[in-house]
Each structure stands twice: as C-alpha cells, then as structure tokens.
C-alpha cells in the first residue's frame, strides 16, 4: 500500500474540493509516492508529534490543522514550522491535512462531534456556510450537560456565556473557529451553542443576543484522532494506523 491510497481514500470521503477558499488543505509536506505500513493521526503537527511519528517509524502524518496554513516565506530551521519541516522531509515523512474539508463534510467532524454528544435528529446548523450540526437530546440541567461535554470531548477548560438554572434540548455544535455561526444557532433555536475560539467581544455579542454559548476550544477536536484512525483501521486492515498520544492543547488550566 502507498501513501497515495490512503489520501485517495481521505479524498473520497473528505474531498478537497469542500474546504473554504481561505484554508490549506492536502499535502503539505514530503511525497505520497512511497509504501505506507504506519500512519500517525494528529489534531496538530508540533516537534513532539514528529518525534513521535520518527520513533513510530510512520511513513505518512495526517493532521487536522494545517502546518503549513499562511504563506510561509522561509524555512529556516531555528524557526519552530521550519524544524518541523525540516524534521519531515529528513525522515521521509508526508504530512497531509483534512482541515475544513473534514468539517464540512458528511461523517466529519461536527457528525462525529454530534454522535459523541448523542445529538438525534442532527441537521445542518449554517446552511449559508454549509458548516456546523444541530439536534436534540433528552432535557437535563445546564451544569449536568457542561459536565457531560467536558468528560466525553476531553475539554478541560470550558468557558460558558449565558444564563444559568436552564434546561438544555436543542444542542448546535460547530468544532473550532465556530463564533461566526452564534447566529445560526440561536436562528435553529439552540438552547446551547458549542463552538471554540470565543473571543471576549464575541462573548459579549452573545450575551446581547441571549444565545447561550460553551466555548469547548479546538482541542475538543481531538476526536479527529480516533475518528480518522477508526475509519482507516476498517479500509486499510493492513496499515497500522497510530492516534497521536501527544497532547498538543497549548492551553493550561491554571
Ligand atoms: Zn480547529
């Protein structure tokens, strides 16, 4: 098996085409034209994660967020993206990214996001940007939910915007930079928004509009590791596909 089937596979269901005109997606760095026997996935590239990745022996990493994201102008080594390149190409690792296309896409991220939810009835929350899921659970308090999130996406530090003594039924769900879809959400009637990336004046035009919104960050993205490497364990039985065990969340609660 090459490399080049295992990203002809991605491309099938996650196709290029989808990602938004802003993003970068596809390879990245080094060459699909070789043997693949392990691949590594990732929710972000980083000097750990190639380490990681070099000791697994992998010959293909596949991140969610693009390394390679605006034009870079150099790759110098003492710049940190410029190691990691250097990094890759030394080893003969490839490094391809499914950004935006695997959000946008039918049993991508905001599917998968919605099923770990339980989410029922799940339909698309911004038809205009084609992004985001929305759908219903049976009713619990607010801080039940929250906490619920917090333990099935693995978010340690989740950041609320809204009333409190609520009920949630109506869950809208979009996985990273969702903050321009609040008015999605509270159009779908969203008793709770999760998106991340909320910045503080954003949060404050969610108070004004009263829709409630849990900022979960993007490491609640991290479900892109054992999504993708489930699906490639069922079409490629003979690759040994390894999820990243580097938790590459920047953030630290403090
Ligand atoms: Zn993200």
Redesign the pocket.
Known sequence: MNAIDVVKWLETHFPKELAYEWDNVGLQVGSLNRRCQTVLVT?DVTKEVVEEAVALKAELVIS??PLIFKPIYNVATESPRGRVIAQLIQHKIALYSA?TNY?LAEGGMNDELAAALGLREVQLLDETDRIGRYGTIDPVPLEDFIAFVQRTLNVKDARYIGRSGINIRTVGIS???GSNHVGAAQRKNCDLYLT??VTYHTALDCRQMGQNVLDIG?YA?AIFKTAIARRLREAFPDIDVRESAVDTDPYRRV
Request: proline share 0%; hydrophobic share 10%; net charge negative.
């Open positions: 929710l969610h967020h950004h959000d996985g990273g930079s991340g990336d993007h993205e």
